[in-house]
């Protein structure tokens, strides 16, 4: 757990705890009693602390999350470095995070490689760093820096920490041990950090949280570091931590930390894929084809052509392909005029890209994805073709938001290498890839698809086949309620804001006015059975066309629509309905209630592996508010049983259209949750 190696006076302790040196108990305890040994050591005159492997530490053990704490306590042994009457010194490379940055904080010297990246994450578990974290760090590099550090979670790179006094000295790897002994063998003065002052204007921390307040909005952590850097400007740092322990306390009490948590291992398990032979091993994917240079083909693309995999792009029409291809440049442009990338970055990736009408190129593709018209007969006639011009053993992929994969599978003479890959739009900026499985997947193809999918950046997750998969399946009864819920007297507005008020970036008509109300819609514009129809009859498409549910300005801002009321007052009166009043509760429930229901019978169906899958769709995919921690988690939080009187409360006014879930209704009995 640590190394003890000696250089002469010098005590080198090396955290070995791999992959990441994690703080858990054991290293914890080695630490303390390696640190102790070294002070109580005559022959030794300084400590140097470093980490072995690929970084210093990324702080926490996670599995060590909401169990009990053990001693010793990460503050005693960062108190403990601190308190050493011999100088001691972190040389960190890779990354110093959390509690691995706490770590350094307690040293009296710091250094680092000049790739270290260093950063106090825990605002983004809906934590603040416990272990003197926010004492140490304002007194080190100033207030308003340490704010930013801590509130944002965001790390800052070594030079950065230099500019801030984080750190002393940035070092070459290869010189990292050696200038450390130096610096050791020099006896630099102990330098404590907690007998620094930190000071502060008291309206610092006020100003603070006015200027971030659209990150901060509803979420606890961000005050609570605010609070406890307030401490370190107020109080000793023996007081101010006791301080940093009770924020610390209620943060880990509360539901928003627990969401977060939950958000995060619910993303670690859905890369793990029940019934998978264990000797499953993803094929490699050296170059990708895609078919279609649309809205999704050119977006699915750059992913790939951003890690560095040659992409084979096909049209039908040479307009179409300069169209998309023109687009992805632009896009990768705008990447680099915001300083997100370097023009030679745009260049690399679009180098990797071969632009073409010839079909057959495809032949030389380990996976081809096709993003062409959502249309089976077409996907049916394309996936008949690609068989025959696919390489033995090349993955055959379709990005189909809605259709039956294994009829799709049906065609190709190798069922067994379709697979469903459905990114999100737009595809290269959405995290979400539902990698659907069809009856007869091959575990290697699906393995593979997971694998590149992480590749690229996405946060994939398997779903069986079904209409709509996962997360376009559970937005079917939502829309159904709402719509229902306009004629019964309910405006866009009023249904939109209950989703707004839970947290997500926008309800269901602010989501048509975005994506096109007129999806669909063209291929039969005589129609006029619905609200939405006679919208679209109307030209109110969305905000493209500056209406829609609602209005729009030029600078696409968004307010109720008068003619859209009027729209839906007519429909009304052909239904014969009398608008009633509609409370926000029977909103919730009719919307987000049955939401939780379809992906109650998702569980039940075996669509969904598990129920922290689903929370995965729709945070990554959807918007769900992180610190609610997705629709099944939210479930959770409010009982089932309350999920389940709520829906038999409006269960007349749902319609014949709504399906009950028994395993919900099961679980609401049996007192159990989701997740
Ligand atoms: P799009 O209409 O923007 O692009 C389709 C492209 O396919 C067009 O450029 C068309 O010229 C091309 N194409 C048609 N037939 C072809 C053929 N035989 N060979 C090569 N190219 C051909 O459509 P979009 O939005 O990109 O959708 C594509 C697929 O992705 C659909 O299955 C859709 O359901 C799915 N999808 C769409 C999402 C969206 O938000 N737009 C989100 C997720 C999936």
């Keep these: 757990m640590i190394d003890k190696k000696l250089h002469g006076d010098v005590v080198e302790l090396t955290l070995d705890n791999p992959p990441v040196n994690a703080l858990g108990v054991e290293v914890r305890r080695a630490l303390m009693a390696a640190v102790v040994s070294a002070d109580a050591d005559p022959d030794i005159k300084a400590i140097v602390i470093r980490g072995v492997g690929k970084m210093f530490s990324a702080g926490a053990d996670i599995s060590e999350f909401g169990k009990p704490p053990v001693s010793p306590w990460l503050p005693d042994v960062v108190a403990r470095i601190e308190t050493c009457s011999k100088p001691v010194i972190v040389a960190i490379h890779g990354t110093a995070l959390g509690g691995g940055l706490e770590v350094a904080l307690g040293a009296h ?20 760093p416990g272990a003197g974290g926010t004492q140490r760090l304002p007194r080190l590099t100033g207030v308003e820096a340490a704010l930013n550090i801590i509130v944002s979670g965001d790390p800052v790179s070594a030079e950065k920490a230099l500019e801030l006094g984080l750190i002393d000295k940035i070092v070459s790897e290869d010189d990292l041990l050696e200038e450390a002994l130096v610096l050791a063998r020099t006896t630099p003065p102990v330098r404590r950090v907690s007998e620094l002052k930190a000071c502060a204007d008291p309206d610092v921390f006020a100003k603070f949280a006015e200027r971030n307040a659209g990150i901060i909005g509803r979420l606890d952590a961000p005050g609570a570091c605010i609070e406890a850097v307030k401490a370190a400007t107020e109080l000793s740092l023996a007081d101010g931590q006791t301080r940093e322990t009770e924020l610390l306390a209620k943060l880990v009490a509360g539901t928003q930390s627990t969401a977060l948590r939950h958000a995060f291992f619910a993303e670690r398990a859905a890369a793990k894929i029940n019934d998978l032979p264990a000797d499953t091993k993803p094929r490699a994917i050296r170059r990708v084809g895609v078919l279609g240079a649309g809205t999704m083909g050119g977006g699915i693309s750059m992913n790939f052509l951003s890690a560095g995999i040659p992409v084979t792009i096909v049209e039908t029409k040479q307009d179409a392909l300069d169209r998309g291809v023109s687009l992805m440049r632009r896009n990768y442009e705008a990447s680099a005029t915001k300083g997100r990338i370097t023009s030679a970055q745009v260049e690399g990736a679009m180098s990797l890209l071969t632009p073409t009408l010839d079909f057959e190129a495809l032949g030389t593709c380990d996976l081809v994805i096709e993003a062409v018209y959502e249309n089976m007969d077409l996907k049916k006639q394309i996936f008949a073709r690609l068989d025959g011009i696919a390489k033995p053993g090349a993955i055959l992929a379709s990005n189909t938001s809605y259709l039956d994969i294994d009829e799709i599978a049906a065609v190709t003479s190798r069922p067994g290498e379709v697979v469903g890959m459905h990114f999100f739009s737009p595809a290269n900026v959405m995290k979400l890839l539902e990698v659907v499985r069809g009856a007869k997947t091959d ?8 694998t590149v999918g992480r590749k690229v950046g996405k946060v994939p997750v398997v779903s069986g086949v079904c209409y709509g998969f996962i997360g376009n399946r559970m937005l079917e009864p939502r829309q159904a309620q709402a719509d229902m819920l306009l004629l019964e007297g309910a405006l866009p507005h009023q249904i939109d804001k209950v ?19 007129d999806i669909g819609w063209h291929r039969d514009p005589n129609r006029t059975d619905t609200i939405k129809d006679a919208l679209c ?11 829609g549910y609602y209005d729009y300005d030029e600078k696409r801002r968004r307010t109720p629509s008068a003619i859209t009321e009027e729209t839906i007052n007519a429909y009304r009166a052909k239904a014969n309905k009398t608008p009633r009043e509609i409370s926000d509760e029977e909103i919730t429930v009719r919307t987000l209630y049955t939401m939780v229901n379809e ?20 945070l990554y995919g959807y918007g769900w508010p992180r610190h609610r921690g997705g629709p099944m988690f939210w479930a959770d939080t409010l009982g089932l049983d309350a999920i389940v009187s709520g829906l038999e409360r409006y ?3 749902m319609g014949p259209g709504f399906k009950f879930s028994e395993l919900l209704r099961q679980k609401a009995r049996a007192n159990e949750t989701f997740v």
Excluded: F, N
Excluded at 499 to 517: K, S
Excluded at 537 to 547: I, L
């Design 443 to 450: 575990p290697a193809v699906l393995q593979t698809a997971m």
């Design 651 to 653: 269960a007349d006014a």
């Design 599 to 618: 992906a109650a019978l998702i569980l039940e169906e075996g669509i969904a592996q598990r129920a922290s899958d689903i929370d995965v769709v729709w």
């Design 537 to 547: 009859a109307q030209g109110r498409w969305g905000q493209k066309t500056q209406k």
């Design 499 to 517: 989703h707004t008020d839970l947290g997500m970036p926008m309800g269901p008509y602010q989501m048509w006015d975005l994506a096109g109300v």
């Design 109 to 128: 010297h710091r250094i680092a490689t000049p790739d270290a990246k260093l950063g106090l994450p825990e605002v983004k578990i809906g934590l603040l």
